[in-house]
């Protein structure tokens, strides 16, 4: 019953939410803030997760395809795959739903509290709108470029493996990841992303939006904005690449 | 004038508001007092349509507000201020930003219109131009309740809500804060509609006093009346402390 109420609540947030803003040149003041705030400041983490989960999948594939029946070109091969299928897309956009879907939540669950969104709804604003559509948009289009970037990154990671250590040389890894490549894993990992990115920012501020309370209720709906936004990541994940792979 | 009759509000089974009428007229300051629990912030939300009501009508000059569509209540909310109990000042705003906030929203000023109706507005409220380049988080609380004042008044409302405007200020910046309520009431003729259970501020600017007890209005006067009832649960409400009950001595 709480399950089916709350999907009627996020539907209704949602009717609230896409609608044309109030004022146009307000949402475009905002949904820059939101680029940098959600998609920029994020390239850090997405940065040093890619880099190392690249060193050490290269690593891991290598130490277990040790078979002299296999091509030289299997590690590079294989971690590229694993990371323009799954890494880059899924396990970033896990990641990400703890960074943004925490910050989300807790910015618009304080506001809840703290009457901020009270005051906007005396102002007749429709707060909803206001503040959730720049969060989402913003997320939604930064999210393909984070995806690109860490399948880049993850893929320098693997190389600086070859150039460090002996455990594969750096010609096979390169021969490897380009070897059989196929494009169209790049633009299914990019559509996952971005039906993830609406899924984190949109379940994140449905929670955010409807914290009550006091501070302790703001910890409560960040974590739910986390836990149930990663549960929705995997569902939707195997929704997709149902959809798309099979 | 906001004219309320016969509102009724529950929450499941508990009956808040039974059959509350009042008029809460233009150009003074009304005040809402009563217990903690006695019903008057709901009272208060329910005139703003932040509760929607059982029953009952919610007049704004006329215009019925359980009646309206959302976007009439939107058109109507610009009509109206609010001071908060806690300012809700936008956090992610300078002092200044948050009071061009509702007229970057709903004016067609140009932006230096803006900035001079908000220096207007600050300079209306007493707030020192230094502050104005500020967070909310790095002014005083009753700074901020200034702050607060002057995005209310921005866009020149008909209405004006505070909401225990005085709680968490000393007395003398709890003063201020009445006397500056009272004066933009007058000088612009807004229907100010007050919560409060600070008695100090009941006796400054009281005009016009609703007392809810359990739910109900249980009586409506002023500050010169208030000396004079034999309700009983008003006299234990208002005269609980030493102080009120020498004052009483002294009015009688």
């Known amino acids: 019953m709480g399950l089916l109420s709350d999907t009627g609540k996020y539907f209704l947030l949602m009717k609230?939410?896409?609608?044309?803003?109030?004022?146009?040149?307000?949402?475009?003041?905002?949904?820059?803030?939101?680029?940098?705030?959600?998609?920029?400041?994020?390239?850090?983490?997405?940065?040093?997760?890619?880099?190392?989960?690249?060193?050490?999948?290269?690593?891991?594939?290598?130490?277990?395809?040790?078979?002299?029946?296999?091509?030289?070109?299997?590690?590079?091969?294989?971690?590229?795959?694993?990371?323009?299928?799954?890494?880059?897309?899924?396990?970033?956009?896990?990641?990400?739903?703890?960074?943004?879907?925490?910050?989300?939540?807790?910015?618009?669950?304080?506001?809840?509290?703290?009457?901020?969104?009270?005051?906007?709804?005396?102002?007749?604003?429709?707060?909803?709108?206001?503040?959730?559509?720049?969060?989402?948009?913003?997320?939604?289009?930064?999210?393909?470029?984070?995806?690109?970037?860490?399948?880049?990154?993850?893929?320098?990671?693997?190389?600086?493996?070859?150039?460090?250590?002996?455990?594969?040389?750096?010609?096979?890894?390169?021969?490897?990841?380009?070897?059989?490549?196929?494009?169209?894993?790049?633009?299914?990992?990019?559509?996952?992303?971005?039906?993830?990115?609406?899924?984190?920012?949109?379940?994140?501020?449905?929670?955010?939006?409807?914290?009550?309370?006091?501070?302790?209720?703001?910890?409560?709906a960040s974590t739910n904005a986390v836990v149930n936004g990663s549960i929705l990541i995997l569902f939707f994940n195997l929704l997709i690449t149902n959809l798309m792979l099979n | 004038m906001i004219e309320v009759k016969n509102i009724n509000k529950s929450f499941e089974e508990n009956h808040v508001l039974k059959n509350v009428s009042a008029i809460f007229e233009a150009g003074k300051t009304n005040m809402i007092i009563g217990q903690s629990g006695s019903g008057k912030t709901v009272?208060?939300?329910?005139?703003?349509?932040?509760?929607?009501?059982?029953?009952?009508?919610?007049?704004?000059?006329?215009?019925?507000?359980?009646?309206?569509?959302?976007?009439?209540?939107?058109?109507?909310?610009?009509?109206?201020?609010?001071?908060?109990?806690?300012?809700?000042?936008?956090?992610?705003?300078?002092?200044?930003?948050?009071?061009?906030?509702?007229?970057?929203?709903?004016?067609?000023?140009?932006k230096p219109e803006m900035i001079d109706r908000a220096y207007f507005c600050l300079k209306h409220v007493n707030l020192e131009e230094k502050a104005y380049g500020l967070a909310p988080s790095e002014i005083s609380g009753g700074m901020q309740k200034r702050v607060a004042i002057a995005r209310a008044i921005a866009l020149q409302p008909k209405y004006l809500f505070c909401d225990e405007p005085n709680s968490g200020l000393d007395p003398r910046t709890s003063l201020v804060i009445d006397q500056l309520i009272h004066e933009i009431t007058q000088e612009f003729d807004i229907t100010t509609i007050i919560n409060s259970h600070d008695m100090n501020s009941v006796m400054e600017i009281g005009e016009n006093i609703i007392f809810i007890e359990k739910g109900e209005m249980a009586w409506q006067g002023n500050k010169d009346d208030i000396f004079h009832v034999d309700n009983e649960a008003l006299n234990d409400f208002v005269f609980a402390s030493e102080l009120f009950k020498k004052v009483k001595a002294t009015n009688q």
């Open chain 2, 43 to 110: 009272l208060m939300k329910s005139i703003i349509g932040l509760h929607r009501i059982d029953s009952g009508r919610i007049e704004y000059d006329g215009r019925n507000l359980p009646d309206m569509k959302m976007k009439e209540i939107r058109l109507l909310r610009r009509e109206v201020g609010m001071l908060f109990q806690g300012s809700a000042l936008f956090d992610s705003l300078s002092v200044l930003e948050n009071v061009m906030y509702p007229l970057e929203m709903f004016s067609d000023f140009s």
């Open chain 1, 16 to 220: 609230r939410v896409f609608v044309l803003p109030d004022r146009g040149r307000m949402f475009f003041r905002q949904f820059p803030k939101e680029l940098e705030k959600l998609g920029l400041e994020s390239l850090p983490i997405v940065i040093i997760i890619s880099v190392f989960i690249g060193a050490i999948m290269t690593i891991q594939t290598k130490l277990n395809t040790e078979n002299p029946l296999l091509p030289t070109y299997s590690t590079g091969l294989v971690t590229r795959d694993t990371l323009l299928l799954e890494f880059s897309s899924t396990i970033m956009c896990l990641i990400l739903a703890g960074k943004v879907g925490s910050n989300i939540a807790s910015e618009i669950g304080t506001m809840r509290i703290t009457e901020q969104i009270d005051a906007l709804e005396i102002m007749g604003v429709n707060s909803a709108n206001y503040l959730i559509l720049p969060k989402i948009t913003a997320f939604v289009v930064m999210m393909p470029f984070l995806v690109i970037f860490s399948m880049a990154v993850g893929l320098i990671g693997g190389y600086l493996v070859g150039a460090f250590t002996d455990v594969i040389t750096t010609a096979d890894y390169l021969l490897g990841i380009q070897y059989a490549f196929i494009p169209y894993y790049v633009f299914y990992s990019i559509v996952k992303s971005v039906a993830f990115a609406f899924v984190i920012s949109s379940v994140a501020a449905f929670y955010g939006y409807y914290a009550y309370g006091g501070a302790l209720d703001v910890g409560k």
